[in-house]
Every structure is written in C-alpha cells, then in structure tokens.
C-alpha cells in the first residue's frame, strides 16, 4: 500500500524541549512538503525539500528545522525557537512539477503538537 | 506569485441541496487548480484538479468544479448533499512548483 505515513498521531511537549516529527513516503516521490495549520488560517508552508540532500524555507520556517538524508524521509524538528508551536502539522509529498504548476500534493494524516 | 481566496469560512446547507463552494484564485501565469477535502484530524484529500483542457472538471464523491478564466474562479459544486459530505475543503493554486491554499470553507449539512 502506498502512502505516506506521519507519527506520532498526537504528541505534547514542554516549553523549552525540541521534538521531532515523522513523516515516510513510499510513492516515490522525490518533493517533500510540511506544512502547519492552525485554525481558520489554512496551511501555511514551513519547509520543502525536491531533492535529497537539499531543502528551501517555506513562508514560516522560523523554530523548525528539516533534513533530508533519504528520498522516503523528511523529518521536521520543532526547536525551544519556535514561539507558539502548538498546532497541526501536516506533510505531504509530490512528483516534481513540470513546466506548468506544482503536482498533485498526497498528504499525510497529520501530527498534533500540543505545548505544556 | 499566486493567491487563493476562499468566500464564506462557514457553509451550511439541508440533506439533498446543492453545496456550492467558491474560490477565486489570482496567479501571474496559467495555473493548476485544485480542491482538498479534510476530515477531522485527518490529511488533506485529493477532490479534484484542472491541470488543461476540458474547463469542466469531475471529482470523486459527486464533486465537480469549473475553471472559468475570465472570473478567475474555480468553484466547487455538488448537486446534492449528503450528511458525509460535512468536512473542511480547501481549493489551492499552483504555478511553478509553488503550490497556496485558501483558508478553507468548513460545509456543515443539516439533516
């Protein structure tokens, strides 16, 4: 079955710690998304990585930091920086877009983050 | 750079009535359109997407959405609802490996 997988589910954090987000794909896919949702505010972009070895800040990366080691992987780390880190992560993964616009964007089940 | 403008945050609509949802996007070059459905705590779900071609574009669960360029809309109907169809959707705009979303419309069908 492919898909992408996101762990853990639910997942509490005390002010000041750092903590790591799972996100697997077996679709291979070589773009990898995340993205944080908050309530009536959409999905905001965080990071995103198109190849391995390599990522781009997306519109609010600030307190987060990726890594892209492995094409099925691209783990999130939500550092003590981030100010209000409580909310819904989401990833997502995708072909690489051609010369019109991004691909079709296959999404994880999500992480909730809640701060201590 | 592209947008996605999303019109009502709330839908409410009977068992059976038309969902009508509305997106106007803006975006610089000719883009690809998309509608996600969202279930509570759950990932974002393909709908369906205009890439080009037929302006008229079907979907799964009975969903379609029309491109019209000269209102730069992409809205999203389905002729008859059904009480599973309550969820969060989003239309998002891709031009350039550069994918936005709206804020999202949260549909609520009444018995």
């Known amino acids: 079955d492919g898909g992408i997988t996101q762990s853990p589910k639910y997942l509490f954090r005390k002010e000041g710690q750092n903590v790591t987000l799972s996100c697997e794909q077996n679709?291979?896919?070589?773009?990898m998304y995340w993205y944080r949702q908050d309530p009536g505010q959409g999905l905001r972009l965080i990071y995103y990585s198109q190849i391995v070895n390599d990522f781009q800040k997306g519109d609010i990366a600030e307190g987060y930091s990726v890594s892209r080691e492995k094409k099925e992987s691209f783990p999130l780390t939500v550092t003590s920086a981030q100010k209000n880190p409580t909310a819904f992560y989401l990833c997502a993964s995708s072909i690489v877009g051609t010369s019109g616009g991004a691909d079709t964007q296959y999404f994880g089940p999500g992480t909730r983050l809640t701060v201590l | 750079a592209q947008s996605v403008t999303q019109l009502g945050s709330h839908v409410s609509v009977s068992e059976g009535a038309l969902v009508l949802l509305r997106c106007n996007y803006s975006s610089s070059v000719p883009p690809y359109l998309f509608w996600y459905v969202q279930y509570p705590n759950q990932g974002l779900q393909l709908l369906l997407k205009y890439t080009t071609g037929a302006t008229l574009v079907k979907g799964i669960n009975g969903f379609e959405a029309e491109f019209k360029k000269s209102e730069t809309s992409f809205h999203l109907t389905k002729p008859s609802a059904h009480m599973s169809d309550a969820a969060e959707y989003f239309c998002?705009?891709?031009?350039?490996?550069?994918?936005?979303f709206g804020a999202g419309t949260r549909l609520t069908v009444k018995p």
């Open positions: 998002a705009v891709s031009a350039s490996n550069d994918m936005r």
């Open positions: 679709l291979n896919h070589d773009a």
